[in-house]
């Protein structure tokens, strides 16, 4: 687990492993090639979860109403993998979600991406 001083961090952390779960259900696999760590696949796989936009987006589902768009802005590029999550998470949830880096909108809908996976 990263960081844990936010008094929400038990339920964003919990919210994080349901996401896991419900989207492995509906397909999605880690691209662990985004794990810069030279260590064993489990590890790199639980590295992409701590990614600072996963975090956002499980904390953003928590304290926004449901149907509301979910909105995630961040100063770096997103790497393949936490597409493919907000594609995945956006369709299970049934929920949309923007998520702006330095490049562009993306706009998640039913586990399709505006960007039609270019960026």
Known sequence: MGEQSHPQTEQIYAKLGELMKMI?????VPDTSYSLQDTDEEQKEHNLWNHSERIAL???LINTPQGSP?????????CGDCHSVYKH???????????RD??????????MCSCSDYW
């Open 70 to 78: 979910v909105k995630v802005f961040k100063n770096l590029r997103v």
């Open 24 to 28: 492995r259900e509906a397909g999605y």
């Open 89 to 99: 998470v956006s369709a299970v949830v049934g929920r949309k979600i923007i998520l």
């Open 58 to 60: 499980a904390f953003g």
């Open 102 to 111: 330095p490049y562009r909108f993306h706009h998640f809908s039913d586990g």
